[in-house]
């Protein structure tokens, strides 16, 4: 009988908590529009009922 060989495991990055991934999305979103601000001169408009 063989005995199972352990594959070397890499440690998994851990997930963002969701609060930093839209604070980094906002950030990313702010800087975009200080060198772009024509690209967010329109209106953004939610449609009837939300998303």
């Known amino acids: 009988m063989s005995t199972p060989v352990e594959a070397t495991q890499q440690p ?3 997930p963002q908590p969701e609060s930093e991934r839209l604070e ?3 950030g990313d979103v702010r800087e975009d ?3 772009r601000p024509e690209a ?3 209106d953004t408009r ?3 009922g939300g998303e």
């Open 24 to 26: 980094q999305l906002l």
């Open 12 to 14: 998994q990055p851990q």
């Open 46 to 48: 939610v449609p009837a």
């Open 33 to 35: 529009a200080r060198h």
């Open 40 to 42: 967010y001169l329109e």
